[in-house]
Structures are given as structure tokens and as C-alpha cells.
């Protein structure tokens, strides 16, 4: 289980080794995403809250990257956060994810990017619920759910 000091950890020296790495050009990303996934993925947008996919959807499953299609989170992590965005405690593997310390907006927050692809996700923050306490805070546009019968299927 993850808590604050690894995120603090893994944004301040490195970040945990991905399982591979998805490497494309901007021109192979616009090709493959739609405008809105391009413009949260690539671009580090933020959708608008509640009027977003997955903010209210509670179905079992799992979450895999609009981008590469590698498994970020597990439906049994996401909770009810009232922020506006689909919120999960815990990411599916440690190495799932990859941090990076954001000062944009005058707030300091930890960016929280796709590891195999490096694709945008959202943020984490250490307001989350026990016993981990974290956060997750992510774009719909940069998710989509597979569900317990569908094969994971990366590219
Ligand atoms: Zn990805």
C-alpha cells in the first residue's frame, strides 16, 4: 500500500521502474487519441468536473490508460470524493503510475502520470481516506473501464 512519504519519495528522487515503456511522437498521439484525450493526456489538461464519464460510475472492474491500455486502477479502489473527478485510494500496482511535483495554478501538487506511456492522469493529494490516506484524483478522458470479463488488451 502506498502512502504520502512514497509519493514524496518517488516525485523528490525516481519513480518506480514501469513494467515497458510506450514512446510515441506527438503527430502517432494525435492520430490515435480523440481532441479531449489528446488535450489531458499530451497536452496536462484538466476536463471539467461532474460533467465527466466516470465521476458517478461505481460498476466493478478495472481502469486501464485511454493511451497505452495498461491496468491503473482497480474499481474496488474508487470512492465517492465530491471533488467532481473519479477518485481512487490506490493505484493497481505500485509501478502503475509515476509522480511528478507540479507548481503550475500557484499550488504546489504532485502530478500523477501514466508509467508506461507518460500520459497526463491527474493529481494525488494526501486528503484520502484511511488507512493509506491518499487521494487520487483523475481525468475520466484519460481512463476507460474494462469490465470484469474483458481481457486487458495493451498496445
Ligand atoms: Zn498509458
Given at each position: 500500500m502506498l502512502r504520502w512519504v512514497d509519493v514524496l519519495k518517488y516525485a523528490r528522487y525516481s519513480n518506480p521502474e514501469p513494467p515497458r515503456r510506450l514512446v510515441l511522437t506527438e503527430a502517432e498521439w494525435a492520430a490515435q487519441l480523440t481532441p479531449a484525450q489528446l488535450a489531458v493526456l499530451r497536452q496536462r489538461g484538466t476536463e471539467p468536473p461532474y460533467r465527466n464519464t466516470y465521476c458517478r460510475t461505481?460498476?466493478?472492474?478495472?481502469?486501464?490508460c485511454a493511451g497505452c491500455g495498461s491496468v491503473l486502477f482497480e474499481a474496488a479502489t474508487?470512492?465517492?470524493?465530491?471533488?467532481?473527478?473519479?477518485?481512487?485510494?490506490?493505484?493497481?500496482?505500485?509501478n502503475a503510475l509515476s509522480y511528478h511535483f507540479d507548481d503550475g495554478h500557484n499550488m504546489q501538487r504532485v502530478e500523477v502520470r501514466c508509467n508506461v506511456c507518460a500520459g497526463h492522469l491527474g493529481h494525488v493529494f494526501p486528503d484520502g481516506p484511511a488507512p493509506?490516506?491518499?487521494?487520487y484524483c483523475i481525468n475520466s478522458v484519460s481512463l476507460h473501464r474494462l469490465s470484469p470479463d474483458d481481457p486487458v488488451e495493451s498496445h
Amino acid at each position: 500500500m502506498l502512502r504520502w512519504v512514497d509519493v514524496l519519495k518517488y516525485a523528490r528522487y525516481s519513480n518506480p521502474e514501469p513494467p515497458r515503456r510506450l514512446v510515441l511522437t506527438e503527430a502517432e498521439w494525435a492520430a490515435q487519441l480523440t481532441p479531449a484525450q489528446l488535450a489531458v493526456l499530451r497536452q496536462r489538461g484538466t476536463e471539467p468536473p461532474y460533467r465527466n464519464t466516470y465521476c458517478r460510475t461505481y460498476e466493478p472492474g478495472r481502469y486501464v490508460c485511454a493511451g497505452c491500455g495498461s491496468v491503473l486502477f482497480e474499481a474496488a479502489t474508487k470512492y465517492h470524493a465530491i471533488s467532481g473527478w473519479p477518485s481512487f485510494t490506490q493505484p493497481a500496482a505500485k509501478n502503475a503510475l509515476s509522480y511528478h511535483f507540479d507548481d503550475g495554478h500557484n499550488m504546489q501538487r504532485v502530478e500523477v502520470r501514466c508509467n508506461v506511456c507518460a500520459g497526463h492522469l491527474g493529481h494525488v493529494f494526501p486528503d484520502g481516506p484511511a488507512p493509506a490516506g491518499l487521494r487520487y484524483c483523475i481525468n475520466s478522458v484519460s481512463l476507460h473501464r474494462l469490465s470484469p470479463d474483458d481481457p486487458v488488451e495493451s498496445h
